[in-house]
């Protein structure tokens, strides 16, 4: 996996993809960008212009005393429109605008982004903790409203003023426009300058916080481990070692951070101040008239006002940059399993397996778990896979799904490389019960019918009957429509087996791979549905991992697996014979589980 990559493009890339989405509703930003030059424009030049013309009127006494309204009409109509316009009109569209927009653009990103993290492979998510990608995620999608209103309302507005100063002024007191121009600028490379060492420490700062957020989910998700070791204590003196680290990170963006306004308020200080004294002096050395004097100090207001928000475009798209890096490095992560680029049509029909040659090691571990194994499966065959914790079962039946590649050799279903056909092709052709069974903070009726959202609910009853999961179902209050987990009810490690399972028995697939799925019920439910299980294996090519050696007992051929390698095949009956390992382990385990 690549993610090495530097912070300037990383900002790049966050910068390219917020403008990427907004570019996608052009309709919408497009009349933005004009509403805000028409309000800016009206609001802050022509207000101020229509008033300076006043100004010069009176001092010049171009006006008729007895007909006030009259004198002066054009401009107090002109006026009042300036200000209707850009008050009511203009600034109402341009949010009412924005908020179109943003709601959109938050749509699409939080959409790529969910997207993407179920793309990825189950390695990457190995090594994440959830609670984090999923604070990651919000930082990400608040950051562009960030980004976006201070793109908008400040960068452009910003721009928008200084050439309306030039262009208005430039003529009349070129001395103030250029002096205004070279200050500004000045003022903006510097508040630049010293934001570098801001958005530095900013980033660290939200690196930080998302450790400590990590940190809380982990100890939250595992507080039952935390109680059964009693180590609260250890727990929390970890907490506050990343909530001090925290506190560090912040005191550095906050020092860092006055550095900068030191800077900028110096620097306006300095423009507010040096204005009045280029408008006064510039009456007698130009000439200038009392509509310039009246303009230089209210354009130099609003430019003074727009600089002073740079620092805050700055802190905002630091802040919003910095928000952002974390899921916009994600983003650039490739998953490792890909799709063919021109995926064959699935040939999956009877369920033949073949593991040809395989040369596998997980990522990060030197030694590969199988080298050159080979393992036929035929079609129909009911394998029982065998052998100590470690020995590479769940690594096999997880290469038979792709959700790690192998690095040599071939898997082949049904004549056809696994690799040849699209991922989603290929499980849906799998019906893989897992170790753990995952369910959703969903109701029971929609996690069984997970792998068939069209089944009917006389369906998913006569499948939980089946699975024995109807008993313990129809006596919940709501029944059916009972959430699982955190907002509804709590289950047995062998309640949520038999939903798992039921929820398997609804899917209709030609290979079916059991790993340990029956390890968390009893003896005694376990037996109850083992019937259920036979039914579910018949015409398919199933492969059962099993703890407990009677749940395999009646296999076609039972696989033993030590280390990576297939150490005993045969029936039962054979291995007995055979009297190896398995012999061992099923005189050990006598109807009981394996000894690890
Ligand atoms: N995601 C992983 N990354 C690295 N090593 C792994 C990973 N999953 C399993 N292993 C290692 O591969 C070996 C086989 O594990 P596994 O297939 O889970 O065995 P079993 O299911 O037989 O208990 C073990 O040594 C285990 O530590
Ligand atoms: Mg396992």
Redesign the pocket.
């Known amino acids: 996996m690549k993610n090495r990559t530097s912070e300037k493009s990383i900002n790049k890339l966050t910068i390219q993809l917020f403008v990427s989405h907004a570019m996608r509703y052009k309709r919408f930003t497009i009349p933005l960008l004009i509403g805000v030059l028409f309000a800016v424009i009206t609001m802050n030049y022509v207000q101020p212009y229509i008033q300076a013309i006043i100004l010069q009127r009176i001092s010049e006494g171009a006006f008729d005393s007895n007909n006030l309204l009259g004198s002066f009409k054009w401009e107090l109509i002109w006026y009042s429109l300036a200000v209707v316009g850009s008050g009511i009109i203009g600034w109402r569209l341009n949010i009412w605008l924005i908020w179109m927009l943003e709601m959109k653009v938050l749509r699409d990103i939080a959409t790529r982004v969910f997207n993407h993290l179920v793309s990825l492979d189950?390695?990457f998510h190995?090594n994440r903790f959830g609670g984090s990608l999923v604070s990651q995620t919000n930082k990400l999608v608040g950051s562009y409203i960030r980004f976006a209103d201070a793109t908008i309302f400040n960068l452009y507005t910003l721009v928008i003023s200084m050439i309306a100063t030039l262009v208005i002024l430039g003529p009349k007191a070129p001395v103030y426009a250029v002096s205004l121009v070279g200050l500004s600028i000045l003022y903006i490379i510097g508040t630049i300058y010293f934001s570098k060492a801001v958005r530095e420490a900013n980033r660290e700062q939200a690196e930080q916080e998302s450790r400590q957020t990590g940190q809380l989910a982990d100890s939250v998700t595992n507080i039952m481990a935390i109680k059964s070791f009693a180590a609260e204590d250890y727990e929390s003196k970890r907490y506050w070692k990343e909530a001090t680290k925290t506190k560090h990170a912040t005191h550095k963006s906050m020092v860092a951070t006055t550095y900068r306004e030191l800077f900028s308020s110096t620097l306006t200080s300095i423009i507010g101040i040096g204005a009045l004294f280029i408008a006064v002096l510039g009456t007698k050395y130009y000439g200038a008239d009392i509509a310039t004097l009246f303009l230089i100090v209210s354009y130099t207001g609003v430019i003074g006002q727009r600089l002073w928000e740079f620092q805050n475009v700055l802190r905002q798209f630091n802040r919003a940059l910095g928000d952002a890096s974390d899921m916009v490095k994600i983003l650039q992560i490739e998953p490792n399993i890909k799709d063919p680029e021109q995926p064959e049509e699935s040939q999956i029909r009877g369920g033949k397996i073949e593991f040809k040659n395989i040369t596998f090691a997980?990522?990060?571990?030197e030694k590969p778990?199988f080298s050159g194994m080979n393992l036929r499966i035929k079609p129909g065959e009911k394998i029982g896979l065998v052998?100590?914790?470690?020995?590479?079962?769940?690594?096999?039946t997880?290469l038979l799904l792709r959700f790690?590649d192998i690095q040599k050799g071939q898997i082949l279903i049904d004549g056809q490389d696994i690799r040849s056909i699209t991922q989603h092709d290929l499980r849906s052709h799998i019906t893989y019960v897992p170790?753990e069974p995952l369910l959703f903070h969903r109701s029971l009726a929609e996690n069984i019918a997970y792998s068939r959202p069209d089944a009917s609910m006389q369906e998913i009853e006569a499948i939980a009957k089946m699975a024995h999961a109807h008993e313990f179902i129809s006596e919940l209050e709501e029944g059916y429509d009972t959430l699982v987990g955190e907002r509804g009810v709590k289950l047995s490690g062998g309640q949520r087996q038999r939903v798992a399972i039921a929820r398997s028995m609804l899917k209709n697939a030609p290979i079916l791979v059991l790993?340990e799925a029956t390890s968390a019920l009893d003896s005694e439910s376990e037996n109850l549905i083992q019937d259920a299980l036979w039914k579910l294996m018949e015409h398919r090519t199933a492969i059962v991992?099993a703890h407990r050696l009677s749940t395999i007992q009646q296999m076609d051929r039972i696989i033993v697996?030590d280390k990576?390698k297939i150490i005993e095949e045969g029936s039962h009956r054979d291995l007995i014979h055979r009297n190896g390992a398995y012999a061992k382990l099923w005189a050990k385990q006598s109807g009981g589980f394996i000894d690890e």
């Open positions: 189950a390695n190995a997980h990522a990060g571990s778990l052998g100590r914790s470690g020995s590479g079962k769940t690594s096999l997880s790690s170790q790993d991992i697996m990576g």
